[in-house]
């Protein structure tokens, strides 16, 4: 006798059944695939002890209690539920029944494989697929609790005092390491992101940074063709239409992407690659140091479009305002090269970004105006009296009598 038949409640899952087929498995199919789903069971038992022995108590129940809706986006929504099963919080993606289409559901089972080929520390892993008793597709998610790079930048551009503290530069900077570590290895793999923007960084209450939503990433290949529209800006009109609060969401059309995010090649059309990512990861380093979004103030689509393609961000390096001092020399000019117009001119790679924030890190800056010199000279300084103490104290106490003595000079000779 098997022990494991002898435990209630065990494997109270059903079959998933096929209501509607038309071709024989496995063959290509135009229709729009029905499936019925069941509500999902769960499995394990309660445990329960009783005058000192173990026993159990059977009783399937719902895996899944959804407990808030955490988001929705163009065409999908975002649930936390509990496991009950594990007894863990889950997050649930599923497409929304009003914006069901084959197209959605093929950019949602993309999403799935693309995310699970990605096992990375800063990318949100996926635990489970299904079909609910609706028949409606969804995925299970780790659930990071946190909030939202933008809700951060949010509190920052008010002045909240506690959020300014909590993300001075180097931490913004570290975030923005770890975003572009998920970035790189995606790349590796052949994928573009396509949507990098601070409402998919989630920053969990650990401190971890996970990149999210890859709804809309693309496997692509050097020198993918793609058509170009004949007429860019009114395809892109189409697609977002006129209301600025589309210009910060998530579009599908002819451009797919976030508008205020996107690369200049990127929105009108041209093919999208790993340098089009670059230039978003560049967008939103810009606000994250600056808390300013270089596309304020456009009220059009001219003018968000003619901002993209021809505005050059600027980056203060001798201003404070917001609380906050002014943005790191080194820094300026690292976001100036993410944000070239002309991709050519970009990094070549996120691989290339971050070997450049090691040598900042590192206090090796490259000399690109008088403050990076200033601060190169003086980190190369600090490093020599680090390495060589006794030199420096031999140095400084020789000078000091010279230096002490011509201040005297100074004095007398008035």
């Known amino acids: 006798m098997n022990p494991s038949s002898s435990l209630p409640g065990a494997l109270h899952t059903k079959e998933t059944e096929i209501l509607h087929e038309t071709s024989p498995t ?3 199919n135009m229709e729009f ?12 038992p309660e445990i329960a002890e009783q005058d000192g022995k173990i026993g159990w108590i059977a009783g399937a129940k719902s895996r899944f209690f959804v407990e808030d809706l955490l988001g929705q986006g163009g065409a999908g929504e975002v649930v936390l539920a509990r496991d009950l ?7 649930v993606k ?44 969804y995925f299970i998610m780790k659930y990071v609790e946190g909030r939202t790079l933008e809700e951060i930048i949010d509190l920052m551009r008010e002045g909240d005092p506690e959020a300014l503290a909590e993300f001075p530069f180097e931490r913004r900077v570290q975030i923005f390491y770890h975003l572009c570590e998920a970035v790189a290895f995606a790349h590796q793999r052949g994928i573009v992101h396509r949507d990098i923007k ?57 451009t797919v992407g976030t508008p205020a995010y996107m690369a200049p090649e990127q929105i009108t059309g041209k093919p999208t690659s790993f340098s089009s990512d670059i230039y978003s990861l560049g ?11 270089y596309l304020d103030g456009k009220d059009s689509i001219d003018a968000l479009v003619e901002g993209v393609l021809h505005d050059s961000p600027v980056v203060p390096t001798f201003l404070s305002k917001r609380g906050q001092c002014p943005v790191p020399a080194e820094l300026n000019w690292f976001v100036d090269r993410c944000l070239q117009k002309n991709p050519k001119k970009r990094y070549v790679s996120v691989d290339e970004m971050l070997h450049r924030l090691d040598l900042r ?53 008035r």
């Open 26 to 28: 496995g063959s290509f």
């Open 33 to 44: 695939p029905v499936v019925a789903g069941v509500r999902r069971q769960t499995v394990l």
């Open 85 to 91: 099963d594990i007894g863990r919080r889950v997050a």
């Open 94 to 137: 599923k497409i929304r029944p009003d914006k069901l289409s084959g197209e959605a559901l093929a950019r949602f089972i993309r999403e799935i494989r693309t995310v699970g080929l990605l096992e990375h520390p800063n990318i949100v892993p996926i635990h489970d697929v299904g079909v609910d008793e609706d028949g409606n597709y």
């Open 198 to 254: 601070p409402a998919n960084v989630m920053i969990g209450k650990y401190g971890e940074v996970v990149l999210m939503d890859w709804g809309i990433a693309k496997e692509v290949a050097p020198n993918t063709p793609c058509e170009t529209p004949a007429d860019a800006r009114a395809a892109f009109t189409a697609t977002v239409g006129t209301d600025p609060k589309g210009w910060f969401s998530t579009q599908v059309g002819i």
């Open 283 to 293: 967008v939103l380093l810009h606000e994250l140091l600056t808390l300013v979004h």
């Open 361 to 413: 890190a590192q206090g090796i800056i490259p000399v690109q105006c008088p403050m990076t010199l200033v601060k190169r000279v003086t980190l190369a300084t600090g490093r020599f009296s680090e390495r060589h103490p006794i030199v420096t104290f031999a140095l400084f106490f020789g000078a000091l009598p010279a230096t002490l003595g011509l201040a005297v000079w100074s004095i007398l000779s």
